[in-house]
């Protein structure tokens, strides 16, 4: 069994793959973009232009030769594709943040998704009153893999960085939270770990909050690894 210790002040999520399970709906959304100009998407660029990414990046990277006009028609199928589809929630991922919340730790989303999108996972989730902060994809000019949509969450928070835990299923956005200098668990596969993260599991089936008489609080995962969190008082 592994124990980390880590004083924290809140835990932050990514929303894509993270509290939703939305690769299937990106992926066509953005194959469907392709297809409309007779282009084709790579696996390649799935990973590296696609998940985690904000949509402009994408534009940038795959869509840069179509005129203005075009690039907007592509923004715009893939905001309709994604504001309007069905999600299934990633297994007991509203369980432990009410949990957290009901513990006494502060939580926030960190997404390059837009606010549309935000609020209607969340009342999916039926977690608004659990959150804390939010960090979306217009509140940053550099988007994941930088490290500024995790450094403002914490500046939002009025804590350092460094207190804040972060669940993230993506290459670029554990190396924006691993950037930012938090303590970041991956989402899905353990190749994440070479990209900085602590610890990967596939979901959050398993993971228990347990206040401890101490004062502090536990995360246990899984996989045997248990995560010791002595909270912070939050800014008055």
Sequence with gaps: MSHFTSRIAAVLFDMDGVL????AVIENAWNEAAEMYGKTISKDDIVKHIHGQPGPHTIR???????????????????DAENTANYDP??????LITSLHAAGIRV?????????KIDRVMNMLQIQSCISVIVERDDVARGKPFPDPYLLAAERLAIPAGK???FEDSRSGVTSAVS?????????????????????IPDFTGVEVI??????????FCQGHVLIMEKLAAPR
Excluded: M, Y
Aim: with cysteine; net charge negative.
């Design 108 to 116: 926030g989303i960190v997404t390059s998704g837009w606010r549309e």
């Design 211 to 220: 206040p401890r008489q101490e004062g502090d609080v536990a995360i246990s």
């Design 180 to 200: 930012a200098g938090t303590f970041c668990v991956g989402i899905g596969s353990e190749e994440l770990i070479a990209c900085g993260a602590k610890l990967a």
């Design 61 to 79: 990277s795959l869509f840069n030769d179509l005129p203005l006009s075009d690039r907007q028609k592509v923004q715009a199928h893939i905001i």
């Design 20 to 23: 939703i399970d939305s690769n």
């Design 90 to 95: 990633i297994p007991d991922v509203a369980k």
């Design 164 to 166: 804040t835990i972060v």
